[in-house]
């Protein structure tokens, strides 16, 4: 695994909270906790934006993708709305995680609770070349469920 500098600030609301660390030895993403003042409760079908209380400065070249932390997901159908998330490396404001509930219960974030995953990744940026038309394959144009169950 290869590591990279990232400079992060703490904010007033979440100076007592540590810093999102790795779960284990190989995990791929660090979990972000909620800097929250008081509880915050989402009710089934709504979401909520959850400040971390960090600022970052990313390397060039990279983003941070947000993602569901999976035991939020199965357990209680906590996700990402806008999964996965992405923090530019050119953005300096407070990270906030957008939480979707798509459980059957009201969910109630906690302060200091993880509630989101973050997986710095290097960006690979579009430059088009516009064609008459593209080269055949197999599949073709076949969308959704095309290729089988």
Excluded: C
Excluded at 112 to 135: C, F, K, N, Y
Aim: hydrophobic share 45%; glycine share 12%.
């Amino acid at each position: 695994m290869t590591e990279a500098p990232v400079a992060v600030t703490r904010l007033p609301h979440g100076a007592d909270l540590p810093l999102p660390v790795y779960a284990s030895a190989g995990a791929a993403a660090v979990d972000f906790l909620a800097a929250i003042a008081a509880p915050v409760e989402i009710a089934p079908g709504g979401r909520a934006a959850i400040p971390t209380g960090l600022a970052v400065a990313l390397p060039a070249g990279h983003e941070l993708q947000v993602r569901p932390r999976s035991g939020l997901a199965l357990k209680n159908g906590i996700l990402v709305a806008n999964s996965p998330g992405t923090v530019d490396e050119d953005y300096r404001g407070e990270i906030k995680i957008i939480l979707l509930n798509a459980g059957t219960e009201v969910f109630r974030v906690e302060r200091g609770m993880r509630i989101a995953q973050g997986v710095l990744a290097p960006v690979t940026r579009i430059r088009w070349h516009e064609v008459e038309s593209l080269d055949e394959t197999a599949r073709g144009a076949g969308g959704f469920g095309s290729t089988g169950v």
